[in-house]
């Protein structure tokens, strides 16, 4: 079973919508994170969550803000899409949020804008 | 900030000879080296790491190598089995800054003919 679900697994949106990208993990892990995997660039890291507050943002856009409803929950909101936003987000956890942890990764969600 | 590069983009060996991955980072402040590993349609799993307190570790069939001096970190998988196929990256990130960053390489491409 999967410990980490994103929601939608594809995703297919029109320049200037918005969506929201869902993140859920059942690990018991208190740190979630965002990483987005385009084909111009690595693995890229975007945010960092500890215990429900923001460790680190690494995203220079102000287009996409992480939602924390829950500890177990990181959604990714992304407003206003270009095509350039299109990449796969995986999203990942790991027990605290220390530097020297292992990250458990989503299966992704792959996001095509038009 | 750090940057990461791996060196070998695609690499192809045949079952039961070994394959060496190797990546370089600029940020002499980095201090641990995880590798993750993709196999096709999947997502990321870590499969090993090492820290800077240390040159070499070992966990079955995968080493790790870490050359502080030269900025150099490598994964060897030695008796490599088809299973092996995957895209590895290799990644650094600063022990101490409690942000869970990952920096990662462009990923290898990892093919074992048998």
């Known amino acids: 079973d999967p410990k980490i679900i994103q929601k939608p697994k594809y995703l297919v949106a029109v320049t200037g919508s918005e969506k929201i990208l869902i993140c859920e993990q059942y690990?018991?892990?208190?740190?979630m994170y965002w990483y987005r995997q385009s084909a111009k660039k690595p693995l890229e890291f975007m945010f960092s969550?500890?215990?429900?507050?923001?460790?680190d943002n690494q995203t220079a856009s102000s287009r996409f803000q992480p939602q924390s409803s829950k500890k177990n929950h990181l959604d990714l909101q992304i407003t206003a899409l270009k095509p350039d936003d299109s990449a796969t987000y995986f999203c990942?956890?790991?027990?605290?949020?220390?530097?020297?942890?292992?990250?458990?990764f989503g299966s992704g969600t792959r996001l095509t804008v038009l | 900030g750090e940057k990461v590069e791996q060196h070998e983009s695609t690499l192809s060996v045949r079952e039961g000879d070994s394959a060496v991955i190797n990546c370089t980072y600029t940020d002499t402040a980095s201090s641990y080296f995880p590798w993750y590993k993709q196999e096709a349609g999947k997502s990321l799993h870590f499969v090993i790491d090492i820290r800077s307190n240390v040159d070499r570790k070992q966990s079955q069939r995968l080493i790790v190598l870490l050359d502080k001096k030269a900025k150099r970190f490598s994964l060897h998988i030695t008796a490599t089995q088809p299973e092996d196929s995957a895209i590895y990256f290799c990644?650094?990130?600063?022990?101490?800054?409690?942000?869970?960053?990952?920096?990662f390489g462009d990923g290898t491409v990892l093919t074992v003919k048998p």
């Open positions: 990942a956890s790991s027990q605290t949020g220390g530097s020297a942890e292992t990250l458990y």
């Open positions: 990644a650094a990130s600063k022990m101490g800054t409690n942000t869970g960053k990952l920096t």
């Open positions: 969550y500890s215990y429900q507050k923001l460790m």
């Open positions: 690990l018991g892990h208190n740190a």
